[in-house]
């Protein structure tokens, strides 16, 4: 498979973006990549790196997109960026999925423009994994979508259990609905509806889960509003953070301090690796023509070179098409936002 | 002032309201508590404790309402529950403020239907302290409410306001708007209009805040829908519960994880007071006739004990009618939801 990266994408680009794809090309022998960016700049991180030179090569782009560019203003004014021209690639199909650590809106709005929404979606969304007790579940919607209705939240059911199944080797995945209460009447009007539309779908569906039980691992794939997806993920990146820091100091200001943070380094080298996003890689674009991954803005090598090999696995199996054809499925159940508006006789 | 106690509600009760009651009255001397439950069973708890007397006094209610209970049935079978009587306290002005820690949805429809909203409210809420890094913050609202509107935010934003400013005492709150950006318009429907209302007061706006940045301490009071502000408390509940979880399998896994948790222990234990909820005491229901404050299920009595105390301290100063002086000030903004609708011409 050909992968399309944004190289200038993240906040160490293009060091981390360069390094995570010589490191993917010299752990496979089936990726090649495309390193979308500043030619010059690219051609230096390249410089005294081993890796077989006929699978990375570069696409030379003139603009970088800002973290802190407006959306609109990105997509009128920067055609020659390294989302833009990265994207273009995979519209052409002279790549099979893209990867981006850069600004995550502009990379959704660019892939929704250029190769639009798959036929039966009504909203693509953002599936993110995250880490539990026991293993990971599958957050969607984590950001594309706010004030969605009743039958986004049953699409998003629906991607998120083809995700967790097809890509994750889930084997009936367990689908629930955050909420703010487990019984069946609890929630708000959309959690509501979502719930009954859900309940009547062959879906192995556990109901609504409240938020204390996301991590616990009773779901694989946890179904809420993008608003409260992003909420929740960015929540939980600040808590881990803030309760490292206060447990790091804690440590610190104890006499005994030092000597156990040294007998405990492994254990919190082995904490990091299993609550580590970066070894997820990236969380990829559902309901839209072509395969596309959001890494985070933060993403080290690690992190690059993972959403890489998770592009190339969705890419493989082709995810895209697959979400198209669970869709069909329920074409009945998903039908009145694909209707036209019936015409008002008063 | 005079506590009226749920005395059954929590998950270890009678045992830790009993325990909290008898701690409080020892450690202070302006409060007496009225333990609401079951004569027998409260007698029974109160033997061989220490405790004057005259500070302690038990009216004797026969039913219990259990933490599955439905709402609506509770309060229509259970007219002689501890939560029902303990309000009913308050209302006959034979206790000055009222304290569970049981069935929380009931409590909150049981203070509505008894004392009611207060004037100008339209909307109560409920509004929980939360650690940061550097201090703590107001969660408004945590979970009374869902499908708010606008003017609802506003009025949240006002009454945690008043509450970090007069109990906790920040001189000058800043209030910040929970969204998925930063930027003044990044959010969904409901808070881009919010945002508008809050920007036009005198609150010491912070504009919108991301979830990652809540517990970093920027904002004094955290504003959001009551769906999603009981999404990010149980959340954040369920990840600091799992993150220990998970490092004290990390550091029983290693050959010096023994030695490391006995020398961390001082440390483990500093950072449990510093995060622990039950520092915290209670969550004041604000916008109510009255003083009602809701504690977590899992209370002990050192919990019951701080929410007893900031109970007494929230009834000392009236503080449900500086709300009703607080949100008169903006009639003008916050009127439209009490006027009549306007009467259809066409």
């Given at each position: ?22 490191e ?5 022998d089936?990726i090649?990549?495309?390193l979308?960016?500043?030619r ?14 006929e699978?990375?090569s570069?696409l030379?782009t ?18 020659d ?5 990265g994207?273009?690639?995979?519209k ?11 600004h995550?809106g502009v ?5 929704l ?26 957050l ?6 706010v ?6 939240l049953?699409?998003?059911?629906l991607?998120?259990r ?5 890509i994750?080797?889930v084997?009936?995945?367990?689908v629930a609905l ?8 609890k ?16 879906i ?21 509003d993008g608003?409260?997806?992003?909420i ?23 006499k ?10 492994p ?17 990829p674009?559902?309901?839209?023509n ?9 993403s080290?090598?690690?992190a ?6 998770l ?10 098409q697959?979400?198209?054809e ?8 998903l039908?009145?936002q ?5 015409v008002?006789t008063?």
């Amino acid at each position: 498979m050909r992968i399309s990266l944004d190289a200038m994408g993240g906040d160490h680009a293009p060091r981390t973006t360069v390094e995570g794809a010589v490191e993917t090309v010299n752990e496979t022998d089936d990726i090649e990549i495309v390193l979308v960016g500043d030619r010059e700049l690219l051609q230096k991180e390249l410089k005294r790196k081993h890796y077989p030179p006929e699978r990375i090569s570069i696409l030379h782009t003139t603009q970088t997109v800002q973290m802190d560019d407006d959306i609109s203003t990105a997509i009128r004014r920067k055609k020659d960026s390294s989302i833009r021209k990265g994207i273009e690639l995979v519209k052409n199909q002279e790549a099979d999925a893209f990867v981006s650590a850069g600004h995550s809106g502009v990379v959704m709005a660019t892939a929704l423009l250029l190769l639009g929404k798959s036929p039966g979606v009504h909203r693509p969304a953002i599936a993110t994994t995250m880490p539990t007790l026991t293993g990971k579940f599958v957050l969607i919607d984590a950001g594309a979508n706010v004030d969605t209705e009743p039958e986004n939240l049953l699409q998003f059911a629906l991607m998120g259990r083809a995700f967790s199944k097809r890509i994750l080797g889930v084997e009936d995945p367990k689908v629930a609905l955050l909420s703010i209460g487990e019984e069946d009447t609890k929630g708000n009007l959309l959690t509501k509806e979502a719930f009954k539309l859900i309940k009547n779908t062959d879906i192995n569906f556990a109901g609504n889960i409240e938020g204390k039980d996301i991590f616990v691992g009773v779901a694989d794939v946890v179904v809420c509003d993008g608003f409260i997806g992003n909420i929740v993920l960015k929540v939980s990146e600040g808590l881990a953070d803030t309760i490292m820091k206060m447990l790091k100091r804690e440590i610190a200001d104890i006499k005994t301090g030092k000597i156990a943070y040294m007998l405990l380094k492994p254990a919190l080298r082995n904490f990091k690796k299993k609550t580590d996003y970066s070894e997820y890689g990236g969380a990829p674009l559902l309901g839209i023509n072509g395969t596309c991954l959001i890494s985070h803005g933060r993403s080290s090598s690690k992190a690059i070179r993972n959403a890489i090999k998770l592009a190339n696995e969705f890419a493989k199996q082709r995810f895209y098409q697959k979400i198209i054809e669970e869709l069909s499925r329920y074409r009945d159940i998903l039908s009145p936002q694909q209707q036209p508006e019936p015409v008002k006789t008063t």
